[in-house]
């Protein structure tokens, strides 16, 4: 019985065989999983990177449309006049020069007396026609 004892734990036995198998089989499956876990840590950071590419994009495109745009344009910018200050100055000074001699005439603009008042789509009178040739 001795002999028949040391044949047997010398050959290695069928459930010996299908543990190793199975333990093999799970590696396997562990590794293929760290894989996938890889490849899927790698999109994650690639679609990261890609939204932060776009959202810097659309921060820079607002920023050039709020430039753009006069309701965003900062109190600090001032308008220039389309007229120069010193052609300002000089049609003031003219005003000034002739407002003497309107007052004295009274409205420069002289009403047609026989001219038909001017009537709103009401019929009321609003006014009349100013004869602006004399």
Known sequence: MVA????????????????????????????QADSTVRDLRAQ??????????RQDNVR??????????????????????DVPV???EFLFGLYQATSAKRQADGNGLKSDPTAAPVRNTQGQATGRIVNISA
């Open 86 to 88: 010193k052609t300002q």
């Open 44 to 53: 994650v950071q690639a679609a990261e990177n890609e939204s932060e590419n």
């Open 4 to 31: 028949l004892a040391a044949t047997n734990s010398a050959t290695p036995s069928l459930q010996a065989a299908l543990i190793r198998n199975r333990l093999e089989v799970a590696r396997r499956e562990a590794q």
């Open 60 to 81: 820079k495109l607002t920023d050039q449309s709020r430039q753009s745009d006069p309701t965003y344009r900062s109190p600090i910018q001032t308008s220039t006049a």
